[in-house]
């Protein structure tokens, strides 16, 4: 094994921005998980339509045109996925939430070859971040420390909004007790559209950024909702604090993981999982509610 601290200085650089690129796309899904208690399955099909829209976009207008397109593109798909079937689905129970969601995925996909192809589609790192970086001894691509930078922005700036913010107050109080949120006068249902907006939107831009790293294919939104999936679950239910934790855990779990004890890397997360369920199920920084 290695003792290099360049080596282990890039396992964790690699840990972190797995970890920030998890943390974009899972933070969306747990709000919506832990304000508007839908099971969104689909969460991962619209991750995927971002790196579409971006790799579209891009091909015309450059990556930073699709970058800053994408997400207002999906927030678009998810307003009309919102008037037309999230919002006749809410008062449904999980399963039916579950069945329709999941049958949602498979649509999506359809969708995306029809228009896009079977062909997995590329996009180029912006000329601005093409290079390297001397970090900790190391050299680092330039990109990849943007994804980590992005996802530490975006942290702190939901972090400010939710603990700072008038509307912040009200996604709290809602994911705490949204009957009593309800009786306050607080307009619920509006907020349920902004966060379910802004949860679709966050997926588009993990899907921009992520598209320069991996190929652009239908299923890459699958790919991803099991990781997404495992990360809320350890950090708990619409909890911004849960969504880092988890992602965190996660990025570096699997990545040293694969360093340290490659033949047990594929189990090493679920084990984890496991023991979270049986320890705390409800996570480990779960929303009050």
Partial sequence: MSLDLGFWTLQALNALQLSMLLFLLSIGLTVIF????????????LYALGAYFAASVAAVGGYWAGFFLAPVAVAGVGVLLYSGLIQRMRKSGPMAQVLVTFGLIFALLDITRIVWGDLALGLEVPELLAGRVALLGVEYPAYRLFIIALGLAIFGALAFVLSRTQIGAMIRAGVDNDAMAACLGINVERLFFIVFCVGCALAGLAGAVAAPLLSVTPDMGLQILIPTLIVIVIGGLGSLKGAIAGSLIFGFVQTFGAVLAPQLASVLI????????????????????
């Avoid at 832990?34 to 099909?45: D, E």
């Fill in 34 to 45: 832990g304000l508007m208690h839908f099971v969104n399955l689909a969460h991962g099909a």
């Fill in 270 to 289: 679920y084990a984890l999982l496991a023991a979270v369920l049986v320890i705390r199920p409800v996570g480990l920084f779960p929303a009050k509610g």
